[in-house]
């Protein structure tokens, strides 16, 4: 049984640029999140997707955007990115009703 | 969602326990405790999770105390490869808040031989 899979595992982007990052949530699990975790600081929420419509947000601009698809992959965009984007991306992923969120090894950003 | 704060930094000795004690005084009724450990440059690994009392697994004992105000992740007989960073969150499936879990700077375990 495959857990949370993200790809890829590196980026190096350049500012202005555009990035698209992917997350493949554990088998039987709808409900997907992601985070950033810049350097030596906790992971920051940035969204969730269930049933392919973003139903929580945390404190990030427009630029980030995500999707959800029916087969409960999820894609996180970036768009304009900025210096300050560099950082661990995360997505964890869970089923409904369940208490227990699990996390993918997470895309490594650069912005250069 | 409910706010929790633990220690910077422990450092411990190998073989020996390691206990990290998390305060929550806000925890709502429906909120369960969840640990996760996190090396660097990966995502956090599901620990253990609880409610009330004491739950032990395979890795790790979690003990809450009736009024769930705090908790204590314990680790018995640590190794080098137990250093890591290991944060305490707080939520619920019922007020939907696990998707927004709210991570601290979690606490810097350092095991040294």
């Known amino acids: 049984d495959a857990g949370v899979t993200q790809s890829p595992t590196h980026l190096i982007k350049t500012r202005g640029q555009q990035v698209t990052l992917r997350c493949s949530p554990k088998?039987?699990?709808?409900?997907v999140s992601w985070y950033q975790q810049a350097l030596g600081q906790g992971p920051q929420f940035i969204f969730q997707y269930y049933e392919e419509e973003e139903r929580q947000r945390g404190n990030f601009p427009d630029r980030f955007s995500g999707h959800q698809f029916p087969n409960y992959s999820s894609e996180l965009n970036v768009n304009a990115l900025l210096l300050g984007d560099s950082a661990l991306y995360l997505c964890?992923?869970?089923?409904?009703?369940?208490?227990?969120?699990?996390f993918g090894a997470g895309t490594r950003l650069s912005v250069l | 969602l409910a706010k929790t704060t633990q220690p910077i930094s422990m450092d411990s000795y190998e073989g020996q326990e390691v206990n990290i004690t998390c305060s929550h005084n806000?925890?709502?009724?429906?909120?369960?405790i969840t640990w996760y450990q996190q090396f660097p440059s990966q995502g956090p690994r599901f620990i253990i999770q609880g409610y009330k009392t004491k739950v032990t697994n395979e890795v790790a004992s979690l003990f809450i105390p009736a009024d769930r105000k705090s908790s204590t992740l314990s680790l018995p007989r640590v190794s080098l490869s137990d250093t890591a960073v290991y944060y305490c969150?707080?939520?619920?499936?019922?007020?939907?808040?696990?998707?927004?879990?709210?991570f601290g700077a979690g606490t810097q375990v350092v095991v040294t031989p």
């Open positions: 088998s039987g699990h709808d409900t």
């Open positions: 969150l707080v939520g619920s499936e019922k007020t939907d808040s696990w998707g927004k879990l709210q």
């Open positions: 806000n925890i709502a009724t429906n909120d369960y």
């Open positions: 964890a992923s869970r089923g409904q009703g369940e208490n227990i969120q699990y």
